[in-house]
């Protein structure tokens, strides 16, 4: 399980887009990568389609590997964590797993 959620802010940490910011728009937790709006980009040669009917050069995002970002949190790149949260509810007690910023305990979702 990865603690990085689509849609955070990251900031990469390593590689040639070192430093970094942006958004994370796929996660493949699988694999154990990441797709980081306007990192790692690439040059991809296309053909003429339907889409893209001149063809040519398209740049595009590439996935990075997980380990190579860190989440945004006020500023700073921090690692993230996890909490375990119980509530009682009607007499039933729930759990509910909570992600946390490491040096400061800050709940994020």
């Given at each position: 399980?990865?603690?990085?959620?689509?849609?955070?802010?990251?900031?990469?940490?390593?590689?040639?887009?070192?430093?970094?910011?942006?958004?994370?728009?796929?996660?493949?937790?699988?694999?154990?990568?990441?797709?980081?709006?306007?990192?790692?980009?690439?040059?991809?040669?296309?053909?003429?389609?339907?889409?893209?009917?001149?063809?040519?050069?398209?740049?595009?995002e590439?996935?990075?590997?997980?380990?190579?970002?860190?989440?945004?949190?006020?500023?700073?790149?921090?690692r993230?964590?996890?909490?375990?949260?119980?509530?009682?509810?009607?007499?039933?007690?729930?759990?509910?797993?909570?992600?946390?910023?490491?040096?400061?305990?800050?709940?994020?979702?």
């Amino acid at each position: 399980m990865t603690k990085i959620k689509r849609g955070d802010r990251v900031v990469v940490t390593a590689g040639k887009d070192k430093g970094r910011e942006g958004k994370v728009l796929i996660v493949d937790a699988k694999k154990g990568r990441v797709v980081v709006e306007g990192a790692n980009m690439v040059k991809k040669h296309s053909k003429a389609n339907q889409q893209n009917p001149t063809g040519g050069i398209i740049e595009r995002e590439s996935p990075i590997d997980i380990s190579n970002i860190a989440y945004l949190h006020k500023g700073r790149a921090v690692r993230l964590g996890f909490v375990v949260e119980t509530a009682e509810r009607g007499g039933k007690i729930t759990k509910t797993k909570k992600r946390v910023a490491r040096p400061s305990g800050d709940i994020i979702d």
